[in-house]
C-alpha cells in the first residue's frame, strides 16, 4: 500500500477537484453530484447501502466526552478531505502525546473526534475513530470510525434523510477507511503549521 503524505494527498484531491468535481461555492449543501468534494460524495453514496445496526441515529456511544480532550490544532483546519469543512481534532489524554509523535504507535483506548462546521457557519458532522484491541476490524487496523450529524441542513437533511450516526460495524461508514488505510496509522494527522507543538502541561 502506498503511504501518502498530506500534502501529497492533497494534491491528489486537488487533482480530482480539478478534473470535474468542483468544489460548489459557499456549500457542498446538498448540491448535485458533480458539485460536491469526493468525501460528500462518499458521504451522499452511503445513503444507498442498506441500513443497519450501526446506522440508527442517537447520542454518541464513543467520544460523547470530546470536550475534555486536548485540541490538538492552533487554528481551524479547512479539510479538502472532509468535504472542505473547516475541522477542529481533539484526542482524549491517553492518546493525545502518541498522536503528536508520528513515530509513537497509538495506544489501544486512544479516542479521535474531529468537529466541523459548515461553509455557511452552521455546525457540520462530528467525525471519530478510536483504537480497539487486536481483532476488532483487523482489516482496518482495529479502527473504529464513526460520522455523526444530529442537525444536518435542509438540504443535506433531504439527501440523507434525516440526522445521522453511521458508525463501525456499519456498511455505512466504511468508506472512511478506504481512505485512511492510505496514511501511517491510519492518521491523516494536523497539518505541521497548525499542530499543537507540545502537550499543555
Ligand atoms: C478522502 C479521504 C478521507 C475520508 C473519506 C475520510 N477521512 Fe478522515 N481524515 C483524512 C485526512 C487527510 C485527515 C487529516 C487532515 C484533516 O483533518 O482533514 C483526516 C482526519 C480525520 C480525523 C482526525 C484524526 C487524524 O489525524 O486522522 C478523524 C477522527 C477522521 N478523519 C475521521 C473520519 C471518519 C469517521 C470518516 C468517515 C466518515 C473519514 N474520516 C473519512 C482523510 C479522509
Given at each position: 500500500m502506498t503511504k501518502l503524505t498530506w500534502a501529497g494527498f492533497i494534491t491528489l484531491v486537488g487533482a480530482l477537484a480539478a478534473c470535474g468535481g468542483k468544489q460548489q461555492a459557499g456549500g457542498?449543501?446538498?448540491?448535485s453530484g458533480e458539485d460536491m468534494s469526493p468525501m460528500d460524495q462518499m458521504m451522499s453514496d452511503s445513503m444507498a447501502v442498506s441500513d443497519d445496526d450501526g446506522s440508527t441515529f442517537g447520542p454518541?456511544?464513543?467520544?460523547?466526552?470530546?470536550?475534555?480532550?486536548?485540541?490538538?490544532?492552533t487554528s481551524p483546519v479547512t479539510s479538502e478531505t472532509h468535504g472542505g469543512r473547516l475541522v477542529d481534532t481533539y484526542v482524549n489524554q491517553l492518546g493525545a502525546r502518541a498522536y503528536l509523535d508520528e513515530e509513537a504507535e497509538i495506544p489501544i483506548g486512544t479516542v479521535l473526534v474531529k468537529t466541523s462546521t459548515e461553509p455557511d457557519g452552521s455546525p457540520g458532522p462530528l467525525f471519530v475513530m478510536a483504537k480497539k484491541s487486536p481483532g476488532f476490524a483487523p482489516d482496518q487496523g482495529d479502527w473504529y470510525y464513526a460520522i455523526q450529524w444530529a442537525n444536518p441542513p435542509a438540504a443535506w437533511a433531504k439527501k440523507l434523510g434525516g440526522p445521522i450516526y453511521w458508525r463501525t460495524p456499519s456498511k455505512r461508514a466504511a468508506y472512511c477507511v478506504e481512505c485512511h488505510e492510505n496514511y501511517d496509522r491510519f492518521l491523516g494527522g494536523v497539518p505541521a503549521p497548525q499542530r499543537l507543538p507540545s502537550l499543555p502541561e
Amino acid at each position: 500500500m502506498t503511504k501518502l503524505t498530506w500534502a501529497g494527498f492533497i494534491t491528489l484531491v486537488g487533482a480530482l477537484a480539478a478534473c470535474g468535481g468542483k468544489q460548489q461555492a459557499g456549500g457542498g449543501g446538498g448540491g448535485s453530484g458533480e458539485d460536491m468534494s469526493p468525501m460528500d460524495q462518499m458521504m451522499s453514496d452511503s445513503m444507498a447501502v442498506s441500513d443497519d445496526d450501526g446506522s440508527t441515529f442517537g447520542p454518541l456511544e464513543i467520544g460523547a466526552d470530546w470536550q475534555t480532550y486536548v485540541k490538538v490544532n492552533t487554528s481551524p483546519v479547512t479539510s479538502e478531505t472532509h468535504g472542505g469543512r473547516l475541522v477542529d481534532t481533539y484526542v482524549n489524554q491517553l492518546g493525545a502525546r502518541a498522536y503528536l509523535d508520528e513515530e509513537a504507535e497509538i495506544p489501544i483506548g486512544t479516542v479521535l473526534v474531529k468537529t466541523s462546521t459548515e461553509p455557511d457557519g452552521s455546525p457540520g458532522p462530528l467525525f471519530v475513530m478510536a483504537k480497539k484491541s487486536p481483532g476488532f476490524a483487523p482489516d482496518q487496523g482495529d479502527w473504529y470510525y464513526a460520522i455523526q450529524w444530529a442537525n444536518p441542513p435542509a438540504a443535506w437533511a433531504k439527501k440523507l434523510g434525516g440526522p445521522i450516526y453511521w458508525r463501525t460495524p456499519s456498511k455505512r461508514a466504511a468508506y472512511c477507511v478506504e481512505c485512511h488505510e492510505n496514511y501511517d496509522r491510519f492518521l491523516g494527522g494536523v497539518p505541521a503549521p497548525q499542530r499543537l507543538p507540545s502537550l499543555p502541561e
